[in-house]
């Protein structure tokens, strides 16, 4: 959900710049003496070096949870004087130009989702600044209001889907209408006015809906990746199971990004972060490890991937991860020793092999995390709306009073995330009484 952007170019320039230099070495190369190349190529070695050093310890520095986003990009671009990283501060100052204005009250995903998105958007510069290719840039929700639609109140008293999220301009989404078998493709009806905000026009000149509208499919990179249940007369509610799983243990050995590979007695410092993200069809691990050296020549190893914890049996999809979803640890090594300490959140042990007596950056400093149970809800994957959906359309004064009666019979006790249950406290303390004055058409 995501459109193009200055970051682009000026990874662009820094494209054209590489070509250009590479084209000046090698007619160093070619010259008498070679002392003027290696020269120069230590001088760029060194550059990239010194760059790479102050993008790890951004990103390091924001997988604290305490972390100000702002002041770590602050002092990054700080941090990047000299020449040759011009490119890089210009993608840092978008960057911290295009968070700011998503901690207003018209945004409605917290600090972390923001803190969390801005590291992943460092470890993207980083990569690309190493020539690492990268898979596309996805788009990331954090919510949407409402969660499902009522027919019964489209489009006098609704004319509007919102989605907050991340990066809705990098990359097209395409919204679908499903009506009985057939999808209708009604992305011409997506407006966004900002990256963090997509809206999806419901009014008279907006989607129509019929008596056969069944869900709102949202696509990306020819994956769906997540519904909105339309309500109907005659939709039910959908079954729900909770379920726990333990995870096999995972292992990651992040790739050498700069140094000679050598540890040396000297650290590593090392920080790690697991953050369990979910599609309707998977709950995913995404595993960030930094272990630098702490003097010398600064060897690094570094780097994130995902892996997939878990996937439903056929018939059901994800709806939620009760509990809590982050952990991460930071320590430095002082021997030759694997080390092993106790997780928190999702991870039950994080175990570390830094130094070694050989090579160590890219070869043996890696992390293994075993994992506590996890708990999610699942949903049955059909036309049908979530009891979580009517709980907070209901709350939201987006449902009409006869779709409300209709559905009530059919809920069971809802499970609510223990984050978006903190935010909602006062009025799931307080049950709302709808009031059907609201509604002018019932």
């Known amino acids: 959900m995501r459109t ?18 590479g084209g000046l070495l090698l007619l160093l190369s070619l010259l008498p003496g070679c002392g003027a190349f290696k020269g ?61 204005a998503v901690v207003g009250a018209e945004f409605r995903c917290d600090v972390d989702f923001v803190r969390l998105r801005v590291r992943q958007d460092l470890i993207r510069i980083r990569a690309s600044l ?12 954090c919510s949407v209001v409402p969660l499902a639609v009522d027919a019964a109140l489209v489009p006098s008293d609704l004319n509007l889907v919102e989605f907050y999220g991340y990066d809705f301009d990098t990359t097209p ?21 900002t990256h963090y905000h997509m809206t999806l026009n419901l009014g008279g000149n907006g989607v129509q809906l019929s008596p056969d509208s069944q869900r709102f499919v949202l696509r990306w990179n020819d ?7 339309v309500i109907q007369p005659a939709t039910p509610v959908c079954g729900t199971e909770t379920r726990e799983f333990k995870p096999a243990a995972i292992s990651y050995l992040p790739p050498h990004t700069r140094g000679d590979r050598e540890y040396s007695g000297n ?44 996937t439903p049996d056929p018939g059901f999809k994800i709806q939620q991860i009760v509990g809590e979803v982050n952990s991460s640890f930071n320590y430095i090594d002082s021997d030759h020793e694997d080390d092993v300490f106790a997780g928190s959140g999702p991870v039950a042990s994080y175990t570390f092999s830094g130094d070694d007596e050989g090579s160590d950056a890219g070869v043996h400093t890696a992390v293994t995390m075993t994992f506590n149970q996890i708990r999610v809800e699942l949903i049955e994957d059909k036309n049908c709306v979530s009891p979580l959906a009517v709980r907070m359309l209901e709350l939201q004064l987006l449902i009409s009073p ?6 009530t ?27 059907t004055d609201v509604f002018t058409n019932p």
Request: charged share 20%; no cysteine.
């Open 40 to 100: 120069i190529s230590n001088t760029i070695d060194e550059s990239t070096d010194k760059t790479v050093a102050v993008l790890d310890e951004a990103i390091v520095d924001l997988a604290d949870e305490s972390a100000d986003w702002q002041i770590v990009l602050q002092d990054t671009i700080a941090q990047l004087t000299d020449e040759t990283q011009q490119t890089l501060r210009n993608d840092i100052t978008n960057l911290l130009r295009r968070a700011p």
């Open 267 to 310: 650290g590593p410092r090392v920080t790690a972060s697991v953050e369990l993200v979910y599609t309707d069809t998977s709950v995913n691990a995404v595993v960030t490890m930094t272990a630098e050296e702490t003097k010398s020549d600064w060897t690094t190893a570094s780097g994130s991937e995902t892996f997939t914890l878990y």
């Open 4 to 21: 193009g952007s200055n970051r682009g170019n000026g990874r662009g320039n820094l494209a054209r710049r590489t070509v250009v230099m």
């Open 402 to 407: 006869a779709t409300l009666n209709t559905l």
């Open 130 to 141: 190493l020539g690492i290719e990268l898979e596309p840039k996805e788009p990331t929700f």
């Open 173 to 193: 989404v395409q919204v679908l209408m499903r009506n009985g078998n057939q999808d209708i493709d009604v992305s011409s009806f997506l407006d966004r006015p």
């Open 223 to 229: 994956q769906e990746i997540s519904t909105i249940a």
């Open 409 to 435: 019979p059919q809920i069971g006790t809802v499970q609510i995330n223990p984050d978006l249950q903190q935010r909602l406290e006062p009025q799931l303390e307080n049950p709302l009484i709808l009031n």
